[in-house]
């Protein structure tokens, strides 16, 4: 066989591999589902096995330089578990699960972190550990193949909205873009404060290893995958999936420290700082805590955040991780962040913060996004693009310019029917000029316009919501949308509506009581 046959087959057969796999884990799934587990809970269970069986074949890996101290206990890893049969393997797992979450600080202790056995039937156990886990060799055929089924199956569950699981999921095409433009280098140091099941973090991993792998030193390349990218995530179910992600696509080591920790990032000032934070806090209403700032000012008590670094007092989530991600950059530190709009218009605290936004850092891009992209229903949101500077000695702001994209005039997705694809935001790319975004120019579409410093603070209560397009589809009847369409957007609406008064009840002090009919009637329209 030829070179070129030998390459241009390889492509195929691993595309074909990765299809075999994601067929049989989803298979799997769906018997799994009949049994009551939900898509998330599902591969929380895989994770567990998945975690057992690696640190299996790296014990037994023949060609490893030296032998390894083993990862897992031997009376509770891997042949200890496929040993076993019946009701005998779902007593041992439920011990092995118990017994390997008392490891706080390791990969090991993020995996099995309050896990707990949802498979009830013995012989649906045994199959996984048997049939679809074991006979799989998951360490020694690379690492692309299984994080993609791996990941493919986070997508998945991120579509079952009774779970809720939609809001720790960035699409995959809008986290492409943002580290496109980005640019990560093997410098970096990179984190997301709020990483969900970590798809920024793999993204700008695999980045990397496109870019730049050839020129890494044997240093640089053990540093990229220990340490010189971390996450955190609030919920320890979300954060060991983020773990198992990070493992299946080449970073972290099974035994090792753990890359994810799992704590309320904004209760303290950051550690550690990073030359780069991609995120995608999490949405949703006012947060019922206390957040005490600079200012002294107090609000609620159930949680207080005494954070000398926060110069503003609010219970606005989002507000809350803007203000952390700007205390946790370096100096001359980049991030990309997506918010959602209130962030951009609201009143009190949100002016003060975007003021200092634009004085001390340099926000020079915004890509406002379109409805029908996030799996969380009924959220406008925008991408913050913004550097950290020092402070200027005559007082001139770090701002002099911001460049809008808006790529939510005129254009309509849908999750199912039409969802959002890299090549959709391929002209944000190329106008966002990352190589030098001096030669940026605002582009025939109307879609790119420059706004000088001048402009936005002028706006009443430094309004960053700008907005200068009309849809096309409001005068030209020929430009109206598919009913499929027009329905989405209507339920979208109607959810964030929904949002803004629950969180203007709770501002108020009033008890929330979500309506489940009115939410199950949205949800099924």
């Known amino acids: 066989m030829s070179t070129t046959e030998t390459t241009s087959t390889a492509p195929a057969m691993a595309i074909a591999q990765t299809n075999s796999l994601v067929a049989k884990l989803w298979n799997y799934c769906n018997v799994l589902r009949d049994n009551g587990l939900s898509t998330i809970e599902y591969v929380e269970q895989l994770s567990y096995l998945l975690f057992l069986k690696m640190a299996d074949e790296l014990a037994a890996d023949p060609f490893a330089e030296e032998a390894a101290a083993p990862i897992v206990p031997a009376a509770l890893d891997w042949q200890s578990l496929a040993s076993k049969r019946g009701e005998e393997l779902e007593v041992h797992y439920r011990k092995v699960l118990t017994d390997l979450g008392r490891h706080p600080g390791t990969t090991l202790g993020t995996v099995f972190a309050k896990a707990q056995n949802r498979i009830t039937e013995p012989a649906l156990l045994e199959k996984l550990v048997v049939e679809l886990i074991g006979k799989t060799d998951w360490v020694l055929e690379g690492t692309d193949l299984k994080g993609?089924?791996?990941?493919?199956?986070?997508?998945?569950?991120?579509?079952?909205?009774?779970?809720?699981?939609?809001?720790?999921?960035?699409?995959?095409?809008?986290?492409?873009?943002?580290?496109?433009?980005?640019?990560?280098?093997?410098?970096?140091?990179?984190?997301?404060?709020?990483c969900g099941t970590a798809g920024f973090l793999i993204a700008a991993h695999s980045?990397?290893?496109?870019?730049?792998?050839?020129g890494l030193s044997r240093e640089q390349r053990l540093a990229l995958g220990q340490g010189t990218i971390w996450g955190n995530e609030l919920v320890p179910g979300t954060a060991r999936l983020a773990a198992m992600n990070m493992l299946l696509h080449g970073i972290g080591e099974a035994g090792g420290e753990s890359l994810i920790t799992t704590s309320d990032a904004l209760?303290?000032?950051?550690?550690?700082?990073?030359?780069?934070?991609?995120?995608?806090?999490?949405?949703?209403?006012?947060?019922?805590?206390?957040?005490?700032?600079?200012?002294?000012?107090?609000?609620?008590?159930?949680?207080?955040?005494?954070?000398?670094?926060?110069?503003a007092t609010t219970t606005n989530k989002q507000l809350n991780f803007l203000q952390h991600i700007m205390s946790l950059l370096?100096?001359?530190?980049?991030?990309?962040?997506?918010?959602?709009?209130?962030?951009?218009?609201?009143?009190?605290?949100?002016?003060k913060i975007r003021r200092r936004l634009l004085q001390e850092f340099n926000l020079h891009t915004i890509l406002r996004l379109p409805t029908g992209i996030f799996y969380a229903g009924g959220v406008k949101a925008n991408v913050l693009f913004f550097e950290k500077k020092p402070p200027r000695a005559d007082g001139v702001p770090?701002?002099?310019?911001?460049?809008?994209?808006?790529?939510?005039?005129?254009?309509?997705?849908?999750?199912?029917?039409?969802?959002?694809?890299?090549?959709?935001?391929?002209?944000?790319?190329?106008?966002?000029?990352?190589?030098?975004?001096?030669?940026?120019?605002?582009?025939?579409?109307?879609?790119f316009k420059r706004f000088t410093y001048?402009?936005?603070?002028?706006?009443?209560?430094?309004?960053?919501?700008?907005?200068?397009?009309?849809?096309?589809?409001?005068?030209?009847?020929?430009?109206?949308?598919?009913?499929?369409?027009?329905?989405?957007?209507?339920?979208?609406?109607?959810?964030?509506?929904?949002?803004?008064?629950?969180?203007?009840?709770?501002?108020?002090?009033?008890?929330?009581?979500?309506?489940?009919?009115?939410?199950?009637?949205?949800?099924?329209?």
């Open 148 to 194: 993609d089924a791996y990941e493919g199956l986070l997508a998945k569950g991120a579509e079952d909205t009774k779970t809720g699981a939609g809001q720790y999921f960035t699409p995959r095409p809008l986290i492409d873009a943002m580290v496109q433009v980005m640019q990560p280098g093997p410098k970096d140091r990179i984190t997301d404060p709020a």
């Open 207 to 214: 980045y990397i290893r496109e870019h730049h792998l050839k």
């Open 267 to 311: 209760a303290s000032a950051p550690s550690r700082r990073a030359s780069l934070v991609l995120a995608n806090p999490p949405f949703g209403k006012k947060s019922a805590i206390t957040v005490v700032g600079t200012d002294g000012k107090t609000d609620r008590e159930d949680i207080t955040y005494d954070r000398a670094d926060f110069r």
């Open 330 to 351: 370096e100096m001359d530190g980049r991030a990309a962040v997506v918010l959602p709009d209130n962030v951009l218009f609201e009143g009190g605290a949100g002016e």
């Open 398 to 447: 770090n701002t002099s310019e911001v460049w809008v994209y808006d790529f939510r005039t005129g254009m309509h997705f849908t999750l199912k029917q039409r969802p959002l694809r890299l090549a959709d935001l391929a002209d944000f790319v190329e106008a966002y000029k990352a190589d030098d975004r001096s030669a940026r120019k605002e582009t025939e579409d109307g879609r």
């Open 454 to 525: 001048e402009e936005l603070i002028a706006r009443d209560k430094v309004n960053l919501d700008v907005t200068w397009l009309k849809d096309p589809a409001l005068d030209d009847a020929d430009s109206l949308l598919p009913p499929e369409v027009i329905a989405q957007e209507i339920v979208e609406d109607l959810q964030a509506a929904l949002a803004e008064f629950e969180a203007i009840a709770e501002a108020l002090g009033g008890e929330v009581k979500p309506d489940v009919a009115a939410e199950e009637v949205i949800a099924e329209a």
